[in-house]
């Protein structure tokens, strides 16, 4: 079980618990662990990757890793992530390193910069976008069509709840978009939610 990032933070350590005991284990021992934790056998060989350590981000990307599942995480700003410990140097470094990577930004206009200006690049076919942020619905086809546009699934999944129920597990997600991509990560919205939604083709959740 790995957590990537490039260095160890102590108060990250102590607030993660058991999770960050896992830090630089090898796999075998993670895979073992894992079990032990009664983490999802899926959660093994999916990475996930989590764009935006804000409010509601922070605590979102913490749930994933809690449950086993690697995690890999940018910020812009970094000092915000000492409680997750280190992040990838870029949006589109984290892209290209997991499976499925989730946005949760502030607005349309830096969750389109971030796809627009880095994010894409790390896209490819076989890997899936998950905006969590609250943008409109022109907004979020556009962001689609840059991931697709790589070869890439999307979906865009706006969270009802607030930082308490983010902590807790107990978001909504109402999600649109790629139906394959919202089944592979049914599980993750299962963790960090305790209801989701499917409702068809990009756009129909922002309305
Ligand atoms: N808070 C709530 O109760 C709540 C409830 C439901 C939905 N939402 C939605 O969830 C989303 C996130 O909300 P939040 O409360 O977590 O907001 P937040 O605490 O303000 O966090 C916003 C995130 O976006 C990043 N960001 C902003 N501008 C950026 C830019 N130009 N380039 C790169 N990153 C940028 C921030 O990075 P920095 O850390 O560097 O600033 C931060 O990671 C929003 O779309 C919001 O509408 C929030």
């Known amino acids: ?15 993660l618990g058991r999770a960050s005991l896992l830090l630089r ?20 060989t999916l990475t996930v990757g989590f764009l935006g350590l804000g409010i509601m981000g922070s605590p979102m990307a913490q749930k ?3 449950a086993g599942y690697n995690v890999t995480i940018w910020n812009r700003t970094k000092s915000k992530c000492h409680h997750i410990l280190e992040y990838e ?16 930004l502030a607005d349309p206009q830096s969750a389109m910069l971030l ?16 905006d ?15 991931i697709k546009d790589k070869g890439a699934l999307f979906l865009e999944a706006p969270v009802s709840g607030s930082k308490k129920p983010a902590e807790d597990g107990q978001l909504i997600f109402l999600a649109a978009g ?12 299962d963790v960090m939610g305790k209801s989701k939604f499917y409702l068809g083709e990009v ?5």
């Not at 090898?26 to 073992?32: E, L, N, T």
């Not at 969590?132 to 840059?146: C, G, N, P, R």
Request: one cysteine or more; hydrophobic letters at 40%.
């Open 1 to 15: 079980m790995a957590l990537f990032c490039s260095s160890f933070c102590p108060r990250s350590a102590a607030t």
């Open 25 to 44: 284990l090898p796999s075998s021992s993670s895979a073992r662990i894992s079990k032990v934790l009664g983490a999802d056998e899926s959660s093994a």
């Open 64 to 66: 994933p890793f809690k």
């Open 89 to 104: 140097p870029s949006p589109a470094e984290v892209a290209a390193s997991c499976d499925v990577t989730f946005a949760m």
């Open 115 to 130: 796809v627009g200006r880095g994010t894409a690049r790390g896209m490819a076919p076989g890997k899936g976008y998950v």
């Open 132 to 146: 969590a942020s609250t943008v409109d619905a022109a907004t979020s086809k556009l962001i689609s069509k840059h």
């Open 178 to 189: 790629d139906a394959s991509l919202y089944e592979t990560v049914g599980p993750l919205l």
């Open 203 to 207: 756009g129909n959740a922002r309305r």
